[in-house]
């Protein structure tokens, strides 16, 4: 049986909702899509002072995101060289040194060894050619001051690999002349469903009035938001799986949509930012940025959601019908403090794990994965909408289909070698 069935003659894109529940599938999924792409790390902002370091785990792989004595960011293994314990236990901070609580084997921040316990015990060149170091990421590269790994040595460079998506990081990117930053701390939260499930939950305008018609209802009537702006736009496919959808919404956006809640004194201030969005950037690009809402999905699990906030998240399977999700807060890095105040409370409504959204997304999510318990009898997902379209809407399923094309052409790649 195929994994999808992508017939544009009869209008149809299905599904197989076994890629949702298959042990087979999520072992090729390890293999062939997260061992050869490039996966987000982490942020720039992040990584401010030397020693400066955040731990955190990508493809289930233990890595260190830090910032060397030398100034130089590098991505490492943080797995000891010796006999494989975990050498910095502790989620960020600042340090020169890393002690691996085994043996004691010291590590500098730039990943060099530093103090070999029991030495005189090695042989003489024991040390050399990095023999002792913590190793590098094979690769390693930033776009935007979003920092991405590869653990594939002969993966094409990043900017070829982020194609029409870098165009909408820039627009994420540029937000002001002081930069961005992650912040304060992450969310971290398992769904019980098929990490794919969220790859199209997060790009899924079409859902939004029926599964969030309780939030959609508040901002219209509580939170002073602009009834008249209703959610509309379009899909886009960015190339290699990436993808986005941009639309007008009714919610305010501290980068730069006013709501009446904010007052006259914030219609001033939000007046002021757009002014400079459009003298530096002209009026096109002000206007989309400030205006328009984006939901971009980047191959194969970096979503950046620039809504009411901007949220940046990733998410990894644990099996194949459970996922961790990590989620980020980015915001400008010289914004007000009520407009800082205003992000982080969406952060939290809407799409935080106790908001608005998340939880009716996550109850969605795994009512799907339930149902994929009838796979051998109801076997196929559609996302047809639009495909005849030719320009297809923000609430269409361009987006998912982009995303399943990449994904099965590198599935089924090297099939049956
Ligand atoms: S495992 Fe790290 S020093 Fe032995
Ligand atoms: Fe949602």
Redesign the pocket.
Known sequence: MPHIIDDKEAGRFKVARATFTSQEVFEQERDKIFQNCWLYLGHESELNESGEFVSRTVAGQNLLFVKGRDGVIRALFNV??????T?CREKKGKAKSFQ??????VFKNTGEIAHL?GEQAYADNFKEEGNCNLRHVPRFDSYAGFYFVSFNEDIEPLPDYLAGAKEYLDIVANQSTAGMEIIGGTQEYSIAANWKLLVENSVDGYHAESTHATYLDYLMNTNGSLTATRLAGKGYDLGNGHAVIEYSAPWGRPVAQWIPMWGEDGKKEIDGVYAELVERLGEEKAKQMAGLNRNMIIFPNLVINDIMAITVRTFYPTAPDEMMVNGFALGVKDESDWRREYRLSNFLEFIGPGGFATPDDVEALENCQRGFQSAANVPWNDISKGITAKTPSFDDELQMRAFWREWNRRITESEGE
């Open positions: 000891c060289p010796h006999r494989g314990a050498v691996c609580m085994y043996h004691g084997w316990s």
